[in-house]
Structure formats: structure tokens, C-alpha cells
């Protein structure tokens, strides 16, 4: 089996397969009555199909920077913790559990910065 980075010395280069397949879509292209409209839609189809590549291999790229990082985040998961805290201590009635969940909130912040911390000298070493 051939290896795709060492390509067979006879076979014709990527470049050479281009200008093949360019010359003869342009000698098809002169052989139609509407040439000009023709020509101009096959310029668009192969922008679009250059953008497209271009974005699948952009989106193929940010899943994998985003598998590397950690899917949970505990400080994000700690900011409406606090804030349902604080409403439930301006109630006055529930001020205990609202103290709780503040707490559990501080916890979690601190947890977030330790691991943030530990996550960035981690990488570094």
C-alpha cells in the first residue's frame, strides 16, 4: 500500500492535477453558448467549497482545544449559587439555608481557583 505523504514518482503532483482538470473545465467551458454565466458559477462553487474546508477544519480544531479543557467549571457553577443565596438570606425566613448555599458557593470558588492553579502549573511542567 502506497503511503499519501510519499506519492509513486510517476504520478502527477497535486499541482499538475489542478491545471489538468482546470484546462480541460476551461475547454468544456468554451465549447457551451453561455460560457461567461458558466464560468462564473463554477468560480462560486469552488469558493464555497474552498470556505467549507476551511470551516470544517477550523471546527475540527476547536473541538480539540476544547476536549483538552475541563468540561466543568465550579467557579461558573458557583456565581448563581451565591446569588440564590443571597435571596434566600434577604427573606429573613430561609437566612440559614441561604447562608448554606453561600457556603457551598465559597467552596466551590475556592475549589475552581485550586484547580485552576494546579491545571495551569500542570501544563507548565
Not at 509513486?8 to 468554451?30: F, G, Y
Request: aromatic share 6%; charged share 20%.
Amino acid at each position: 500500500m502506497a503511503d499519501s505523504n510519499n506519492p509513486d514518482p510517476d504520478s502527477p503532483t497535486n499541482d499538475e492535477r489542478v491545471e489538468t482538470l482546470a484546462k480541460e473545465l476551461a475547454d468544456r467551458l468554451r465549447a457551451m453558448p453561455n460560457r461567461q454565466e458558466l464560468t462564473d458559477y463554477a468560480v462560486s462553487i469552488l469558493k464555497e467549497s474552498s470556505e467549507d474546508a476551511g470551516q470544517s477544519e477550523q471546527a475540527a480544531a476547536m473541538v480539540e482545544r476544547a476536549a483538552k479543557n475541563d468540561p466543568f467549571n465550579p467557579i461558573a457553577f458557583a456565581i448563581p449559587l451565591l446569588v440564590i443565596g443571597a435571596v434566600l438570606c434577604a427573606t429573613g425566613i430561609l437566612a440559614g439555608i441561604g447562608l448554606c448555599v453561600i457556603g457551598i458557593a465559597l467552596l466551590m470558588v475556592l475549589w475552581g481557583l485550586i484547580a485552576a492553579f494546579f491545571g495551569r502549573f500542570h501544563r507548565q511542567g
